[in-house]
């Protein structure tokens, strides 16, 4: 496991609210947005297991499996976070764009470590570049499923039954998350 400098210095983040990260979100247009505790996200080896034998994007984008973190891994990273915001986008075209922009936004106000995912595959490009390297590093981003996130678990740890209708990497999912803190 990888430890943090115990000498860097961060812009206090912590003295961004909540309130304030799901206003931001909100200005954005969410339709849902949730700051949870990273204790709240699920995690299975079973959900990459999904990804490799019913998916036909595996091995196939740089932003799904083999290419992505397992779910050890990305349980080694939510260790050094503590909060997490679930957003719900008005429509499935709009997840990708609108955690880039909170990403950015976030990172603007202290947050280094923000990161974004959705639970739709990549599609910047029209072919991936899967033989070379990414054409957007700055916008790709794995989905959530590929890092082991249990995506339906999730948000009914939350309360968003409302949400668990939606079927991973299928159109019409509307969920993402950015990692704060």
Known sequence: MISEMPNVKHLPAERVSSAQVVQEAENLGCANVKVISVHEITLGHWVRLRCQFGCSYFNQRHTCPTFTPTSDEMADILMHYSRAMIIEAPRSADVHSMVLNL????????FFRAFGMGALPCDLCDVCTIESQCKYPD??????????????????NIGWDFAVKFQPCTEGHTIGMVLLD
């Open 103 to 110: 990403e950015t936004r976030l990172r603007e106000k202290g």
């Open 139 to 156: 916008q790709a981003r794995p989905t959530l499923q590929a890092c082991g996130i249990d995506v339906s678990q999730t948000l009914l």
